[in-house]
């Protein structure tokens, strides 16, 4: 097969998760002389990677140099998302990538009982270590088309073992029973897509379903709220949906204390965008966690629209979200719960049932199993599994970053770091993964 390494570099400036621009600008505002370290973390020890995939990867880290904002893409981007200031618009345009930014390292696979390949050669496995520094203001876009990069890498050279037959259908399928059940949902799938191609197929697929279904008059209360990725957005006709992640709360609680971390990055993050994108990620430091900073200003919980769920058990959320409201005095009925952990469709329509008994107003972010859902060919029943991977944000101006979330096997960051954290929350002790 033949690596067309730049087509497997981002397809614009736009082809790239909302979230990384509107923190973007939000840094820009807020901290545009902070440095930063983002890290790249692999969760599943049983996978590797090839040599051939490293290096294709070094190649294509080359060519991110080249992107360029361009005046079509700022005009439409300026109306989409009329939060974007002119100077922020600006300064996107005026941005190029700095590859020197970015180390890549191949660490070969040790030695087992069964026959390896030889060292040094295209299909020599082991693991990929990926470090970004420099300005945060710079080094936040890096993550997301870093990550989509290496995994349609990885599904080029180290597993080919599916096929792009049928994906078209299923997608369509999996947007009509979403519809047909009155789902709010929106493609969430960049970071970890199986590739560009198929991402492009998933986006148009449900755009088209959708509006079929409507000519047709089928009556769904369901919809296609947008995609993550900017680019297909704007390629598709539909809006580009996103706000924070979870490194804001990070590099807010590195920077100004974590035991109020939570409603100091909300008040941050409210000062840039008054009016827009006032949906709430909860889980960076626990829930309840956040939940002790939240009841604190009723006001302010009163004007952010809803609260995002990424981790943890989401069935207890929804009633949680419920009594913290009610405490308050709100009317939670008015809320939105946008439920974004890897969702499934038996996932999405038991919590669009539970939300909508409590009173919530259920939206679902829809990542992996919308566009890295293959079988395998091989092994039939089998899947060819997407890359569990994360780059996360390790530390800014010298002080270290850490995720607690709410799986507490999984919190990211320096051990020393992630038991200070939790003795301040009160979080009970356990063993961190990644770094």
């Known amino acids: 097969m033949v690596h067309d390494t730049k087509r497997v570099s981002p397809q614009s400036m736009l082809d790239t998760d909302l979230y990384k621009f509107t923190m973007q600008q939000a840094v820009q505002r807020h901290f545009p002389d902070v440095d930063a370290v983002y890290r790249f973390t692999h969760r599943d020890k049983d996978v590797y990677f090839t040599r051939e995939c490293y290096e294709l990867f070094l190649e294509a880290l080359s060519h991110f140099g080249e992107l360029a904002l361009t005046d079509a893409e700022r005009e439409w981007l300026g109306r989409a998302c009329p939060y974007f200031t002119p100077s922020y618009l600006d300064y996107l345009q005026s941005y190029r990538f700095n590859p020197s930014q970015v180390s890549v390292a191949f660490h070969p696979k040790a030695p087992s009982s069964s026959p390896d390949p030889p060292p040094g050669s295209p299909y020599e496995r082991g693991r990929i270590a990926i470090e970004a520094r420099g300005p945060w203001l710079e080094t936040i876009l890096w993550e997301v088309p870093l990550m989509a ?35 709010t949902f929106s493609e969430f799938g960049t970071r970890r897509r199986r590739s560009y191609a198929v991402q492009d197929l998933v986006v148009g697929a449900l755009v088209r379903v959708e509006r079929e279904g ?23 006709g539909i809006a580009p949906v996103g706000t924070i992640a979870h490194e804001w709360f990070m590099a807010v609680g590195a920077m100004r204390g974590y035991e109020h971390a939570n409603g100091i990055a909300l008040d941050l993050w409210e000062d840039v965008y008054p009016d827009v994108l006032l949906l709430a990620l909860t889980d960076t430091f626990s829930t ?66 539970q939300c909508r008994e409590i009173g919530f107003i259920p939206l679902f972010g829809i990542g992996t199993w919308l566009s890295n859902d293959f079988p395998s060919v091989s092994r039939k029943g089998e899947k060819s599994k997407a890359l569990n991977m994360v780059i996360k944000l390790a530390g800014v101006d010298g002080k270290h970053c850490v995720k607690i979330s709410d799986e507490l096997m999984k919190n990211t960051g320096d051990e020393e770091t992630v038991k200070h954290v939790k003795k301040v929350f009160e979080i009970p002790e356990q063993k961190s993964v990644g770094s």
């Open 149 to 183: 990069t290496l995994s349609e890498l990885f599904f080029t050279t180290a597993d080919r073992d599916w096929t792009y037959d049928g994906q078209e259908a299923e997608a369509r399928e999996k947007g009509r029973r979403l519809l047909e059940a009155g789902c």
């Open 214 to 236: 409507r000519e047709r008059g089928e009556g769904w209360k369901g919809h296609v709220s947008g995609t993550s990725n900017v680019h297909l957005a704007m390629k598709h």
């Open 288 to 353: 309840e966690a956040f939940f002790k900073d939240f009841v604190l200003d009723k006001e302010r919980a009163n004007r952010w629209k809803g609260l995002r769920q990424d981790s943890g058990d989401p069935y207890v959320y929804a009633p949680r979200a419920k009594e913290v409201y009610e405490s308050m005095g709100i009317d939670y009925r008015q809320k939105s719960i946008i439920y974004s952990d890897s969702v499934n469709l038996d996932k999405a329509l038991k919590l669009a049932k």
